[in-house]
């Protein structure tokens, strides 16, 4: 089955481009300050600047393990997502001016599926290479094809029974009956 992704979502990519771009700008501020560790060790044995100008070495140690990740991963955070929103608003422009990207999409059957959690056969004792192969276990029945009913149309309405003949004095209007005073 071929589909195509005609345009993304601003908003999605924008909060999924945060979280990511802050999360690397944190891993990458964190492997920068440990990394800038031995440098900044080695600017200590140098000489101080003189007449009282700034000393590289004062930022050394914890304080730059503290500071660097979280100012890595704000700048990342920040011009990283503006960097995605720029990205899918050209490509939601380009998709609607040349068509998006297609891709494909196959449906797996089950036993494909376990066999590739499964992953390759198990060697048994007894079904070595030697004696022919390797022991697979016998798969299960087919499930047998059920076919589709023929349709059967509903039997045709039963005529209703006729109902017994009437007698003249059953036929007369209730107000009419005998027993019952005039005017009640």
Do not use: C
């Not at 501020?29 to 990394?35: E, Q, R, S, T």
């Not at 079904?127 to 059920?146: A, S």
């Not at 007698?167 to 005073?181: A, C, L």
């Amino acid at each position: 089955m071929r589909l195509e992704f005609k345009s993304l979502g601003i908003w999605s990519v924008v909060k999924v481009g945060f979280v990511v771009n802050l999360v690397i700008g944190f891993v990458l501020g964190l492997l920068m300050a440990l990394f800038m560790l031995p440098l900044m060790a080695l600017m200590s044995t140098l000489e101080p600047s003189a007449a009282g100008g700034f000393d590289p070495t004062a930022f050394s140690g914890p304080i730059m393990i503290i500071v660097l990740p979280i100012m890595y991963a704000l700048f990342n955070a920040v011009f990283g997502t503006v960097m995605v929103l720029v990205g899918a608003l050209i490509y939601n422009l380009v998709a609607r001016l040349l068509g998006g990207i297609e891709y494909e999409v196959g449906i797996l059957d089950a036993r494909d599926l376990i066999a590739a959690v499964q992953g390759p056969p198990q060697t048994q004792p007894g079904y070595g290479p030697q004696q022919g192969g390797y022991y697979q276990p016998p798969r299960p029945p087919e499930p047998p094809v059920q076919s589709q009913p023929t349709y059967q149309p509903p039997p045709p309405p039963q005529p209703r029974p006729t109902p017994p003949p009437t007698r003249p004095e059953d036929t007369r209007p209730p107000d009419d009956h005998p027993d019952r005073p005039e005017g009640y």
